[in-house]
């Protein structure tokens, strides 16, 4: 069974940093690439950022750009999204997902780590 | 950027009932379009990937069509575990995910 499980959320305060990470398990996770999505409070679904399965290629909102970095380690089977500069808006709950190109594409989800982002 | 508008909000129907949630895009994403399910507190689970191919797993009273800019969710006939909420997401340039759709049972 795939399992997606994320973990490293918590409160923070403005302009500080936090260190998400997402435990995969169930499947080969260096064949896939994998995605970082959050849900503010009271708002829809938004995509944060994208990483191919060997590191190769990486994507970014332009919320994120230059303040989040995503990254992976194959060998642990774990997905990273260091979260600096973080403002209020980034509070949210933010999930992992599986897939992101062809019949993959965000085939499975983590049931999410919280950030709130508040002094 | 492409937008996603997905209607209704809000859904209240009855067990038995055909239910539809519709997508719209800003522009043509040549069906490149996915249908999640998420219920409170749980993960979200895929549905339906590219329009309408049912994921493995899923009920055969889900089903998607569309083409171009519209795109719809079908529930053939309502089930109280199906009370949920329903987005859709746009994979055709970037990733766009519509706002939801409650559906609850009347």
């Known amino acids: 069974e795939v399992q997606l499980v994320e973990s490293g959320g918590g409160l923070v305060q403005p302009g500080r940093s936090l260190k998400l990470s997402c435990l995969a398990s169930?499947?080969?996770?260096?064949?896939?690439?994998m995605n970082w999505i959050r849900q503010a409070p009271g708002k829809g679904l938004e995509w944060v950022a994208s990483?191919?399965?060997?590191?190769?290629?990486?994507y970014y909102a332009d919320t994120v750009k230059g303040r989040f970095t995503i990254s992976r380690d194959n060998a642990k089977n774990t997905l990273y999204l260091q979260m600096t500069s973080l403002r209020s808006e980034d509070t949210a709950l933010y999930y992992c997902?599986?897939?992101?190109?062809?019949?993959?594409?965000?085939?499975?989800w983590g049931q999410g780590a919280s950030v709130t982002v508040s002094s | 950027d492409i937008q996603m508008t997905q209607s209704p909000s809000f859904l209240s129907a009855t067990v038995g009932d055909r239910v539809t949630i519709n997508c719209k895009a800003s522009?043509?994403?040549?069906?490149?379009l996915n249908w999640y399910q998420q219920k409170l507190g749980e993960a979200p689970k895929r549905l339906i990937y590219?329009?309408?191919s049912l994921q493995t797993g899923i009920p055969s009273r889900f089903s998607g069509s569309g083409s171009g800019t519209d795109y719809t969710l079908t529930i053939s006939s309502l089930q109280p575990e199906d009370v949920a909420t329903y987005f859709c997401?746009?994979?055709?340039?970037?990733?766009?995910f519509g706002a939801g759709t409650k559906l609850e049972l009347k």
């Open positions: 997902a599986r897939g992101y190109s062809g019949y993959y594409v965000m085939d499975a």
């Open positions: 169930g499947f080969t996770f260096s064949n896939y690439g």
């Open positions: 990483i191919s399965s060997s590191s190769s290629y990486i």
């Open positions: 522009q043509n994403i040549n069906k490149y």
């Open positions: 590219n329009t309408n």
């Open positions: 997401l746009q994979h055709n340039s970037g990733y766009t």
